[in-house]
């Protein structure tokens, strides 16, 4: 199984600052078809997961551009570029490139 | 508006069996890989199933095989997870999922099913 590995756990941020969480996998997660099937999540309190990012770097329909997604070859980095209180919650990394799908542990995010 | 709500959790014994349901409405159900997705309460995020658009391929994470069986009724709308054998450690939050990794990921709010006696 692929496995993928968050840092930090538990992020503490002030409001208007930025904000950055990383992500590495056990292996390369491009796919033949030159996409690396890589997500992150945010899962708000009380909520269910939201994508954010999708393969590896586009963000996702309706997600504000102070969100931003970067890779290189494994390490794949999730930043924010002026946290804002709504953004509070546990940010999840997927894998999709093979069964069974992975997840990062989560790092969750307060103010 | 896309929209996948999940229902049929509930409490149920060891041993038990119990079959979920995802209703989906709002986009064209056929067209999507779906998933099953769980999460404990205050834990992780853990795969469970996928099942292709016409039903023909499944996969199941190795935690579950052979006691999970993913489903769907595309004429319906609907798909499934026919949980058997059920044990203490599946006791979740049971999420089904549209299309994960890509553009088009979607999630339900989940239904919570409790393993105990």
């Known amino acids: 199984d692929i496995v993928m590995t968050q840092s930090p756990l538990f992020l503490p941020v002030t409001p208007g600052e930025p904000a950055s969480i990383s992500c590495r996998s056990s292996?390369?997660?491009?796919?033949?078809?030159?996409?690396?099937?890589f997500d992150w999540y945010l899962q708000k309190p009380g909520q269910s997961p939201q994508l954010l990012i999708y393969?590896?770097?586009n963000r996702a329909s309706g997600v504000p551009d102070r969100f931003s997604g970067s890779e290189s070859g494994t390490d794949f980095t999730l930043n924010i570029s002026r946290v804002e209180p709504e953004d509070v919650g546990v940010y999840y990394c997927?894998?999709?490139?093979?069964?069974?799908?992975?997840f990062g542990q989560g790092t969750k995010l307060e103010i | 508006e896309v929209h996948l709500v999940e229902s049929g959790g509930r409490l149920v014994q060891p041993g038990g069996s119990l079959r979920l349901s995802c209703e989906a409405s709002?986009?064209?159900?056929?067209?999507?890989?779906m998933h099953w997705v769980r999460q404990v309460p205050g834990k992780g995020l853990v795969w469970v199933s996928r099942?292709?658009?016409?039903?023909?391929?499944?996969d199941h994470a190795d935690s579950v095989k052979g006691r999970f069986t993913i489903s769907r009724d595309n004429a319906k709308n609907t798909l499934y997870l026919q949980m058997d054998s059920l044990r203490v450690d599946d006791t979740a939050i049971y999420y089904c999922?549209?299309?994960?990794?890509?553009?088009?990921?979607?999630w339900g709010q989940g239904t919570l099913v409790t393993v105990s006696s």
């Open positions: 997927m894998q999709g490139l093979q069964t069974p799908y992975t």
């Open positions: 099942i292709n658009e016409n039903g023909d391929i499944t």
């Open positions: 709002g986009f064209t159900f056929r067209q999507y890989w």
């Open positions: 999922g549209r299309d994960l990794a890509g553009l088009d990921s979607y």
């Open positions: 292996q390369s997660l491009l796919h033949r078809n030159g996409f690396k099937f």
């Open positions: 393969l590896g770097s």
